[in-house]
């Protein structure tokens, strides 16, 4: 049991970083924003980067964003469903969607997105205002695959180990 919350406890550190990650995304994609306002109503001449910049940070926040999300049990959409069943139906559906989720994570985000950075730079595709590689945009798919695999593996073993309303608490979470 001890290494079974040695391993949440790095889970939950693991959280931690991303949350810090889209904290400073998403205030550079502030301030991207606002300069690009600026520019283009206060010097009559937008800087040309910053709205693309503005995409790829959104691509960054939003996928990174999602797996914290998913994490902290904040999908709204699901929990609204598995709240309206009982108590049998429900932890089965909340165990049916972190299979899913798994799965998902594993082929979809990690895999295919593996195989978006991969193709991409193969080609040297470049972003056309501030020509940084594709692949550094693109991976955001399978760092976020990654964040949601091991956040469901986590929520799959707190299912498993009996104790997954102590073990998920995020309301009191500690990192030492």
Not at 77 to 87: N, S, T
Not at 129 to 136: D, G, Q
Request: charged share 20%.
């Amino acid at each position: 049991m001890k290494m079974l919350h040695a391993f949440h406890k790095s889970v939950r550190g693991v959280l931690k970083g991303t949350e810090v990650l889209v904290c400073l995304t998403l205030a550079f994609l502030v301030l991207d924003v606002l300069w690009g306002v600026f520019t283009r109503f206060v010097l009559d001449e937008q800087s040309r980067w910053t709205e693309e910049v503005a995409i790829y940070l959104l691509i960054w926040v939003s996928l990174i964003g999602a797996a914290a999300t998913y994490y902290e049990n904040g999908h709204l959409g699901v929990d609204y469903l598995v709240q309206k069943w009982d108590a049998r139906t429900r932890r089965v559906g909340e165990f049916i969607v972190h299979v899913i989720v798994l799965l998902f994570s594993i082929y979809g985000l990690l895999y295919g997105g593996w195989q978006l950075v991969s193709e991409s730079m193969r080609t040297g595709q470049v972003s056309a205002a501030i020509e940084v590689p594709m692949a550094l945009v693109y991976s955001a798919v399978p760092v976020s695959g990654a964040f949601f695999t091991l956040f469901a593996v986590d929520r799959l073993v707190g299912f498993f180990s009996g104790d997954e309303e102590d073990f998920h608490d995020t309301s009191a979470m500690e990192v030492d």
